[in-house]
């Protein structure tokens, strides 16, 4: 059996990885590249997707599942095997990408035009999920799935609802991918499955260098800038990614107003995202999915008492505009697009105003250059200056740290393999070397790397990833100038004919 590398190789997005056994081909994730990978989601595909038999999806993130339409665009009719919330979430975020993408083609569109050049072409539209959605196949956690030799379970990981560890059996080999896992501690879902047995563990390594800051100090600091906005009687703004961030939030805020700020609750609250509205019901609708003291929680009671309000329509998010004493929640998470930039553009010059983020701010967004400390920023075509009071907020992550992923880990029988995924090339090595500090052997795969796997007991090593370089590099050069792939043939074959003859 084989196991190639599509993805989430010494990079975080474009999870996807292809097990090849002598009769089928399964996919586990195929996922969008994403930030400065973005372009490679245009890229011709690594495998024929008419010959993939099935697919496996540990969790709905785009960075996981936002490709498979494309994979269906391109032929595959395989089945899609996930858990029922990961189903319903990936379908809500797909809506959502091409809802977006066509925004984005339609403004492109309109300057191409008037500079004669052809409309943009999607990466894949409605009908494309239409028809990805028909082969979801609903599996559960903890119940054992046969797919032609492959058996598979599906077991919780912790890190957004429904999101899964997959362990996979085929040719006497053991396989466990650990999916996104989340932090040791969930308050959401149930913590991360503890496997025990496995030949070949794929293991992310996200956080692989880094601790999150102890969620008590987290919620203090949370707590702190709440009080400060309701003495000002002014505006908190929270920009919050709408999958798992957002719910988390609110039930913080529950926790606050039940049990610490009881003041709270002179705070009008606001979630302003229709797609996040819909994400908090598909938390309801599963409560055998999250913890069980959180079922309550979602299912209504509770936010009741907590009195926040969905707002749905662009009219009921611009009478937000007009208040002064607020908690207004939106997306996107990184300040990059979506209904919180009108907020920022009417709170964030006033200096008695709060914005908080609560979570990670990638280089390049609008949100990591006022946590940065820009005093002036372009929001929608408007300069806005940067008065209001700033605070991040970092404890809040779906994400375990390298603690947790150690711990998670140092579960597993000496004789494991782990591949180490889903982490730039410096938290990789970090998680890489403090598992061969337990003993562990460990590799970091490159892209389009193949591993061939055996059974511990027949086990070969698996060469370095420089091995591939040489041969990766002609690939990308190709792939990049297809016009000169016969040159290249031609320049290498000669190269290593006089080579051969020197060493003779
Ligand atoms: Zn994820």
Avoid at 84 to 90: A, C
Avoid at 334 to 342: Q, S
Avoid at 400 to 424: C, R
């Amino acid at each position: 059996m084989e196991l190639t590398f599509l993805g989430a190789a010494q990079e975080v997005t474009g999870s996807s990885y292809l097990l090849e056994s002598d009769n089928a081909k399964l996919l586990i994730d195929f996922g969008m590249f994403q930030g400065k990978e973005e372009d490679w989601n245009y890229q011709p595909l690594d495998i024929k997707a008419k010959e993939v038999s099935a697919l496996l999806l540990t969790h709905a993130h785009l960075d996981h599942s936002g490709r498979i339409p494309v994979l269906v665009k391109n032929g595959f009719r395989g089945p899609i095997f996930a858990t029922p919330p990961t189903i319903e979430l990936t379908e809500l975020l797909w809506e959502d990408t091409v809802k977006l993408m066509k925004e984005e083609k339609e403004r492109l569109d309109r300057k191409r035009r008037r500079q004669d050049k052809p409309p943009v072409e999607l990466l894949f539209d409605e009908e494309d999920i239409d028809e990805a959605s028909k082969l979801f196949v609903p599996v559960p956690w903890n119940q054992t799935e046969t797919f032609k030799e492959f058996q598979f379970t599906f077991q919780p990981s912790g890190h957004i609802l429904g999101a899964s560890s997959i362990e996979v059996n085929a040719e006497n080999v053991k396989l466990v991918f650990s999916g996104d896992l989340g932090q040791q501690d969930t308050v959401l879902e149930p913590p991360p499955y503890i496997f025990e047995d496995a030949d070949y563990v794929v293991i992310e390594s996200t956080y692989g260098d880094r601790q999150h800051k102890d969620v008590r100090e987290t919620r203090a600091e949370f707590k702190n800038a709440l009080s400060a906005a309701i003495r000002d009687q002014s505006k908190v703004l929270i920009p919050t990614f709408v999958v798992d961030r957002a719910q988390r939030i609110i039930y913080e805020l529950y926790l606050l107003l039940t049990q610490e700020m009881p003041e709270l609750a002179s705070m009008p609250m606001f979630f302003d995202s229709p797609l996040g509205n819909k994400i908090t019901a598909v938390y309801s609708s599963y409560p055998e999915y999250l913890l069980p003291h959180l079922s309550e929680f979602f299912q209504g009671m509770d936010q009741e008492k907590l009195g926040i309000q969905y707002v749905d329509t662009p009219e009921q998010s611009k009478k937000l505009n007009n208040l002064d004493f607020a908690l207004i929640m939106a997306g996107s998470g990184m300040c990059t697009g979506g209904r919180i930039l009108h907020h920022l553009k009417h709170g964030l010059w006033n200096p008695k105003n709060h914005l908080i983020f609560v979570g990670y701010q990638a280089a390049g967004t609008l949100g990591r250059s006022i946590v940065d400390g820009a005093r002036n920023v372009k929001i929608i075509g408007e300069d806005i200056a940067v008065r209001a009071q700033v605070h991040t907020i970092n404890g809040f992550s779906s994400h375990a740290d390298a603690k947790d992923l150690l711990s998670w880990a140092k579960n597993f029988q000496p004789d494991t393999t782990f591949m180490v995924t889903h982490g730039e090339p410096q938290p990789a090595k970090s998680l890489a070397v403090s598992l061969g500090s337990l003993g562990y052997h460990s590799v970091i795969p490159a892209r389009r790397q193949t591993v061939t796997l055996r059974p511990r007991k027949e086990r070969i090593a698996i060469p370095p990833p420089e091995a591939y370089t040489i041969g990766q590099k002609i690939d990308n050069f190709v792939a990049k100038y297809p016009h000169k792939r016969k040159l290249v043939e031609k320049v290498l074959t000669a190269l290593l004919e006089s080579l051969e003859d020197s060493e003779a």
